[in-house]
């Protein structure tokens, strides 16, 4: 398989990922937010297409983190609290989406240094900027929803000072 086709089944995978992700929560922001990091990812495998097609290659640049930015802050606004905490598997989902990520960039930057082509090198390059900012929001994203989960453990034990 080459880089191009390993690529493509990357962004598959993760478009698919954040689709279910999507399909499985019930907070219509975190939706939107999941949706077009799906959309991301669908732009992400058409540019790669095209680098393996040796077709004109589209902008990498997206808009997503002013996107996500206005979803976290009506997020923040609407945290559940008491019994509609986000359930710990959830967060292990997001957990998981940051790893998957990591390893997308992780190829990206990898791929772009082994690469003899200034088109690809760019591009490459451009993609894991790109698959930085999705670990960004994804950290976001967990971090908020967990935080839930473990504000009161961390109140009562990680701020209390020795005495």
């Known amino acids: 398989m080459n880089i191009y086709d390993f690529a493509i089944d990357f962004e598959i995978e993760n478009r698919e990922f954040y689709e279910e992700c999507a399909a499985n929560t019930s907070h219509e922001d975190l939706k939107k937010v999941f949706l077009e990091l799906a959309e991301e990812e669908k732009k992400h495998e058409n540019i790669v297409r095209q680098l393996k097609e040796n077709k004109e290659v589209d902008e990498v640049e997206s808009g997503i983190l002013p996107k996500a930015k206005e979803a976290f802050d009506k997020i923040a606004d609407n945290m559940p ?3 509609d905490v986000m359930p710990e ?8 989406a940051i790893d998957l990520e990591r390893k997308s960039y992780e190829f990206y930057t990898e791929k772009a240094e082994e690469s003899d082509s200034d088109l690809v090198k760019k591009t490459f390059k451009r993609l894991a900027e790109e698959e930085k900012k999705h670990e960004k929001i994804m950290d976001n994203i967990t971090e908020m929803v967990d935080r ?4 009161l453990e961390d109140a009562e034990w990680n701020h209390l000072e020795d005495y």
């Open 81 to 83: 609290t008491g019994d």
């Open 148 to 151: 839930p989960n473990t504000w």
């Open 89 to 96: 598997e959830q967060v292990d989902v997001y957990k998981k």
